[in-house]
Every structure is written in structure tokens, then in C-alpha cells.
């Protein structure tokens, strides 16, 4: 399981691992590391998954599949749907929906040779920083159990992390990807909005919500993009790009590239080691002939406010069809209508995810529509013009991805103000529809990882991308200290 899923797509090819083997090694490595770390909400029967690790090997003997991912089993996080699998959105309100389709993203790696062996925890409907607003149990770090994993896509992270699993998909409303990759120290993409079709993804804030890769290495997370990206015609905002090769950007190349990192980044707030961390990656890129720059981007201080006006309104709206009706839970009250409609939602959703619906509904409703969310639209508009001025100067921005690392279980629930504040670096990105990254950069004196932050330009990942590759040569990849010791 310390592979990386590239390395591991290559053993199979070669006949050195059968995919069946590989498949019982992810089965046995979750049986053993599962009690402690909580990772999945459904792993699929064995039975099913060794049938289908017989017809992907079928398939790369015969010459059919020759991708570098085929027969490399991978997690889905629990909120895209999968044909005849329990998709739940870790919610009591989906804990009996079997989808009658799979997730445009999910059917691209199936193609490619994927083998799913399971649904990963997340927070309730995306709706948290932790993984501990599931319905299912929080999610723990596997590097000290005492922590969160961060979120919401902490299962699909906590896994990698774990090696419960080779990859993992996630999705990013605000930095579900890349803050959870953060802090479980593995590496995790952002794209650019509308190059991983959406369709089949249980939407939160559909003006920001994408699908992206979580795993060990750079190498590994361009090869799952390249797989998943296309255009999509069932998906309204799916963006037809002119290529989707990533893995070319694979190069320990740097010099001459224009690296900024925003001073408004670096105040209040940003924990001393993390600063630390992050200035060390910049000497890094510097040494390896980068040219580093501080520089102004205003309007951060605005990101978090906008965001959970959009994102809120936006889910208030996406989350109305889980009415006890059509799937789902349904209350066993015997009520009338609009009484079933109550009490199903009641008992259905969770704390945080009302919270989010009735703030959703306040800024939509008449009388503060202009004031709070038509307002939040412009701050929108104007943080995404604030970006492409930065871009016309440089190619990559190097942030932190978390103004700390990851806290105990049970210190962010307590104030839900803190834990809106964590995403202060990833937000931007998902309202300007910018593509992000994180890596695993060291850890602090608690031993918990680090990871920075990089973003580039809209389409240009491979920038990025190039970036991170190289800053990953400069270090070895250290494994999850449990992970290691069940090996």
C-alpha cells in the first residue's frame, strides 16, 4: 500500500501485481486501520470488487486498458453518485439513497480501469471544516487520531493518508480539497472551474463546487485529472479546453518563473510554524532559480463573509428537493403534508447544515436580497479582478493552506465562527474559480503536516502543477507514521 498509485498502475501492467492483489491489499489495509481512523461510510462487498478486478485484468491482458491508473483500486467521496451503490452525503437524509446512475467523473476513472472500493466519510453535505458534522462519526487524522482530519473531503484525505487507498476523488466548495490535503499531508487539486464535469455530484454551492484528485504525489494527482477532465454536455458549466494533458507539466523546471506571495496572507492570525513552512518552500523555489516577490491582494478580508453568503444561499436552494418525498428519509410521524415536510428536514439534516439553509434563506429572502447577496456577488466580481491583476505579473501565488494545523476533535464545533475563519486561504480561489493545489511540506513541533498552498491562472494547472513537482523534488515523501507501522 506505500505506493503511489502510478507506481502501482505500472507493477500491474508489467505483471509483477495482479489486480486482484491489489484490491486485497486495499481490503485488508482498511479492515486493520478502519477502527481508528473512521475513513468510509460504505466500502463495497468483496465479492463485487474481486469480480471486477477479474474483468479490469481481463481487459489489461487482452490490451484494452493500457492507462497508468488501470486496476489501481480508488475511494469516492460519498457525495457522487454511484449506480447501486449508498450514496449518503454522510446525512441521515440520504442514509437509504441507492443512485440509479454514476458521477460523470467516477464513470471517466471506471473507464480508465478504476477498481472503487468504497464511499468516503465527509462532512454532512460538504457543510464543515472537520469531517465531524457527519451523520456517520467524525473522521480522525490518522497521523495522531486525537486530531481532525480537516474537510469536508477528511475521509477521502484520512484514507490516502492511512493508504486505506491509492487516490481518492474529493470536491472543493472553499477548500474542501486542498485544507483536508493540508493536514493530513498528502497532495490535493482544486482545477479551474468546469474542467471535471459536476454532473452527478450532489451539488452544495453550484457556482463553486469541483471536482478534483487527492494523493501521495504531484505525478499522481495530474494523472488522475488528466482522466477525470472533459467536457460534459450534461453538465451546464462544463468547459470545453482547448488540451487536458497535464502530466507534461511534469518537470523539475522552475527558473525564471515569477512566484508572488500576498502579504495579506502573512498577518494576524497565521500560526508561526505554518509561516515558517511556507517562507522555507519560497527559498526552495527561489534556490531552484525562481523569481519570489511579495505583493498586495487586497480584498481578503471580504473572501470569507461573500463566501458563506453564495455558498449558503446557493445550498438553501440545492437542498430543498430533500423533502422526505421522492428518496430519503422520511419522517415516521403520521402527519400531514407540510407537518412531513418539517419534521423530515428536522430530523434529517444536521446542525450545521440548517444553520447554512436558514442563512441561505435569510439572504435570499425579500427584503435582504440587495443588501446581503447581491452584494456578495459583486465582492465576488471584484476579488476575481483582483486575482487577474496578480496574474499579470506572475504565474504562480504561494499561500499557506491553513492558518494552522489540525486542531483537536471537538475545539472547531464549539465555535462555528472559528472554523468559517480556517478557510481564509482556500476561499478566494473557489469564488474567482481559480485552480489550487496543496503539498505536504514538513510538520510542525506536534508532528501534524503542514502543506502549502499554490494557485494559478484559470486553464493554466500546468503551471502549478510544474511548481509543485519541483518543490516536491526538493524532499522526500513521508509516510503516515501508522500507516508505516501496520507495514
Known amino acids: ?25 486495499a481490503l485488508d489495509s482498511i479492515s486493520k486501520a478502519e477502527q481508528d481512523n473512521n475513513c468510509y461510510v460504505t466500502v463495497v462487498e468483496e465479492a463485487a470488487i474481486m469480480q471486477r478486478a477479474e474483468q479490469v485484468q481481463k481487459q489489461i491482458d487482452d490490451g484494452i486498458l493500457t492507462g497508468p491508473l488501470a486496476g489501481v483500486p ?8 454511484t449506480e447501486g451503490l449508498l450514496t449518503t452525503c454522510s446525512s441521515k437524509i440520504l442514509e437509504n439513497f441507492v443512485p440509479t446512475y454514476t458521477a460523470e467523473a467516477v464513470v471517466k476513472l471506471e473507464k480508465a480501469g478504476a477498481v472503487v472500493i468504497g464511499k468516503t466519510n465527509m462532512d454532512e453535505f460538504a457543510m464543515g471544516s ?14 495522531n487520531t486525537a486530531h481532525v482530519p480537516g474537510g469536508s473531503s477528511g475521509g477521502s484525505c ?48 453550484s457556482s463553486l463546487d469541483q471536482i478534483g484528485p487527492v494523493a501521495k504525489d504531484v505525478t499522481d494527482c495530474a494523472t488522475i485529472l488528466e482522466t477525470i477532465s472533459g467536457f460534459d454536455e450534461k453538465d451546464s458549466t462544463s468547459v470545453k479546453r482547448e488540451e487536458y494533458d497535464f502530466t507534461s507539466a511534469l518537470v523539475d523546471e522552475v527558473k525564471g518563473m515569477k512566484i508572488g506571495i500576498p502579504k495579506s496572507y502573512f498577518g494576524e492570525g497565521l500560526d508561526s510554524e505554518v509561516k515558517s513552512a511556507v517562507l522555507a518552500a519560497a527559498k526552495a523555489l527561489e534556490e531552484k532559480g525562481a523569481i519570489v516577490e511579495e505583493f498586495e491582494l487586497n480584498l481578503v478580508d471580504y473572501a470569507i463573509p461573500a463566501y458563506y453568503v453564495i455558498a449558503s444561499a446557493e445550498a ?7 423533502d422526505g418525498v421522492k428518496y430519503g428519509y422520511r419522517t415516521n410521524s403520521q402527519v400531514g403534508l407540510h407537518e412531513m415536510y418539517k419534521r423530515t428536514r428536522s430530523e434529517g439534516f444536521g446542525p450545521e447544515v440548517k444553520r447554512r439553509i436558514m442563512l441561505g434563506s435569510f439572504v435570499l429572502s425579500s427584503g435582504y436580497y440587495d443588501a446581503y447577496y447581491l452584494k456578495a456577488l459583486r465582492t465576488k466580481a471584484l476579488i476575481k479582478k483582483e486575482f487577474d491583476k496578480a496574474f499579470e505579473n506572475y504565474d504562480v501565488i504561494l499561500s499557506p493552506a491553513a492558518p494552522t494545523t489540525a486542531p483537536k476533535l471537538g475545539e472547531s464545533l464549539s465555535d462555528p465562527l472559528k472554523m468559517y475563519l480556517g478557510d481564509i486561504y482556500t476561499i478566494s480561489v473557489n469564488l474567482a474559480g481559480l485552480p489550487g493545489m496543496t503539498l505536504p511540506w514538513g510538520k510542525d513541533s506536534n508532528g501534524l503536516p503542514i502543506g502549502v498552498q499554490l ?15 519541483a518543490l516536491e523534488q526538493t524532499r522526500e515523501y513521508e509516510r503516515c507514521p501508522q500507516a508505516a507501522a501496520r507495514d
Not at 438553501?316 to 430533500?322: D, P, T
Request: proline share 3%; with cysteine.
Open 1 to 25: 500500500m506505500s505506493l503511489t498509485a502510478v507506481e502501482l498502475g505500472k507493477k500491474i501492467k508489467a505483471g509483477e501485481i495482479s489486480v486482484k492483489e491489489a484490491a486485497k491489499a
Open 316 to 322: 438553501s436552494s440545492n437542498l430543498a428537493r430533500f
Open 455 to 469: 494557485i494559478s491562472n484559470c486553464f493554466e494547472e500546468k503551471k502549478m502543477i510544474r511548481t509543485g513537482f
Open 158 to 205: 484520512a484514507a490516502v493518508a492511512a493508504e486505506e487507498c491509492h487516490y481518492a476523488l474529493g470536491s472543493d466548495t472553499g477548500g474542501s480539497i486542498r485544507q483536508p490535503s493540508s493536514f493530513c499531508g498528502v497532495v490535493g487539486i482544486k482545477p479551474t472551474y468546469g474542467t471535471v464535469s459536476r454532473y452527478g455530484l450532489i451539488a452544495y454551492g
Open 74 to 81: 480508488v475511494a469516492i467521496k460519498d457525495n457522487m453518485c
Open 130 to 143: 472537520t469531517t465531524e458534522t457527519s451523520a456517520y462519526g467524525e473522521t480522525k487524522n490518522p497521523w
